[in-house]
């Protein structure tokens, strides 16, 4: 129900409403912790630690200055307690902010380095209203009335409305048509912006999160922010079937507030996929879509995109042959499949024009179009050669069309002969993880059929571990990582290599693929 605020020794009572000042409740003994802080104030400066070593009080000028200077060199790392939900510790919150926190000319020597964007040189910005105007996007929100509302730090220099602006990330000229200042989702005009301030614009064309903005006979360029990669990901559908349109555009508008949010479409499984940091995140982006603008969507499994090859070797005959009134169809080949290293490889061996030249360049575009469909569970065939060495023609009734459905023909019978097997995608994965932590994570790779392929330390003392592991089995793996490494584990991954998948394996999703 409330706290205690042991610089100002106060307690602060929460009474159904609000939170109020109240006595120090007297079970609560705040000696020990008030004698931490006064220690921690104390080595921030000589004349306060000869005080504290005197036993004497300081004063509360003293506590703030110490406080402050203790925060800013990153001596003191504050803890603050509070109740968002209940507005218990905000009040206390705003003004920690306002006394102890590190004002922007404090930090970084009171500048800020950016780069020339033409010569790419290294270029200091100080922080003064006399240098030019120089700015950094962090954040961009989407409003369904208001449109796009750019959040952005003043670096250096004076921002006025109606300005022109550069933004040298894109290389495009921007107009600031008005200045504001948000309080909560409230905004407040403003007539200009200052070195240090925080404020905002709408409308903007061009610029996005990360974006410098900055005065166009002054270019800067500041450093990008690293947002994490997507390391989740979801189908999405759309409730109502005509909201697919829609639906692509609400994403797209969330995208522009979320960098760290993606859509892709998958053309080959025909699924929109959406990807976020977890279950959790991909949720409230859907959520925000549906309260926004309106749009109902469902989630779905992510269909992991198998692929079909050959291990043997088969020769087999295609033909196709149609005689029903007025011109007929021949079409004749002789095919041999087999495996290889590269995705497809077409070979013509045919001696004394038994398939004439003309026709050849049909039979490869059968099999090019045959391979998108294998006979196993209809996933792409990969990694195979196809080598045509014999056939035969009709002088009259042959002709492109036939030769390419006898390709096509040659081609299902050919694989079905030529023992086919399904392929799985595998992933290299890089897992950011605290140390106690690893005999966990190995074992749940081991579990997930994964290769662990080495491991070092980062610079901040955690382990990274290098491993392989196939696709479907890290499609949920952000939420296992959370739980097995208390929230403290991250990971990337990346598409190498398509490998065998093993036969009780291959069984289940042959079946639910016929499904």
């Known amino acids: 129900k409330g706290f205690v605020n042991v610089v100002d020794e106060k307690g602060r009572i929460f009474n159904g409403k609000e939170c109020v000042d109240a ?18 104030i104390a080595e921030t400066d000589e004349e306060l630690m000869e005080k504290y070593f005197a036993g004497e009080e300081f004063t509360r000028d003293e506590i703030i200055k ?3 200077k203790g925060v800013v060199f990153g001596d003191i790392v504050p803890v603050i307690v509070g109740s968002a939900l209940q507005g218990i510790g905000i009040h206390t919150l705003l003004d920690f902010i306002k006394l102890y926190m590190p004002c922007p000319t404090e930090l970084f020597s009171g500048e800020r380095i950016g780069k020339d964007p033409t010569t790419q040189v290294e270029k200091a910005v100080k922080i003064t209203d006399e240098n030019p105007f120089s700015a950094i996007v962090f954040k961009t929100l989407v409003d369904p009335f208001i449109g796009k509302i750019t959040f952005f730090k003043v670096n250096s220099g004076i921002l006025r409305k109606e300005a022109e602006v550069l933004n040298t990330s894109k290389n495009k000229k921007e107009r600031i048509a008005q200045v504001i200042t948000m309080q909560g989702n409230k905004q407040i005009e403003l007539e200009e912006l200052h070195a240090g301030d925080i404020g905002a614009t709408t409308k903007l064309q061009y610029t996005q999160t990360g974006d410098t903005l900055c005065d166009k006979n002054f270019p800067v360029i500041f450093n990008k922010i690293n947002f994490p990669k997507p390391n989740i990901f979801s189908g999405i559908v759309p409730a109502e079937k005509n909201d697919d349109e829609k639906l692509s555009t609400c994403i797209q508008r969330m995208m522009e507030e979320d960098p760290t949010f993606v859509m892709t479409r998958d053309y080959e499984t025909k699924q929109l996929l959406i990807g976020g940091q977890g279950e959790k995140h991909i949720y409230i982006i859907l959520c925000k879509i549906k309260n926004k603008f309106g749009v109902h969507a469902a989630v779905e499994d992510v269909i992991v995109p198998y692929r079909e090859t050959i291990l043997g070797k088969a020769e087999v005959q295609g033909k196709h042959k149609k005689q029903s009134g007025g011109a007929g169809q021949f079409g004749d080949v002789f095919i041999r499949f087999e495996h290889s290293d590269k995705e497809f490889e077409f070979f013509d061996e045919i001696k004394g024009g038994v398939v004439p030249k003309n026709y050849i360049p049909a039979v490869e575009k059968g099999l090019i179009e045959a391979k998108e469909k294998g006979c196993l569970a209809g996933y792409p065939v990969i990694n195979f050669k196809a080598t045509l060495y014999d056939g035969s023609y009709h002088a009259v009734d042959s002709n492109e069309l036939s030769f390419k459905l006898a390709a096509i023909l040659a081609f299902k ?25 690893m005999g966990d994570v190995m074992g749940d790779l081991n579990k997930r059929r994964g290769r662990v392929l080495g491991m070092e330390p980062n610079e901040y003392g955690d382990q990274v571990l290098h491993a392989e592991v196939p696709e479907a089995e890290i499609l949920k793996y952000s939420i296992d990582l959370r739980a097995l490494t208390q929230g403290r584990g991250e990971f990337s991954y990346e598409f190498v290599r398509y490998e065998e998948l093993p036969e009780n394996i291959s069984k289940k999703v042959i079946e639910e693929r016929n499904k």
């Open 23 to 40: 006595p120090i409740p007297a079970d609560i003994d705040i000696s020990e912790v008030k004698n931490l802080l006064f220690e921690a």
């Open 66 to 68: 110490g406080l402050h």
């Open 413 to 437: 019978n050919g694989m079905e002969k030529a023992k086919p097997v399904l392929l799985e995608p595998v992933v290299k994965m890089e897992i950011v993880i605290p140390e106690e932590y």
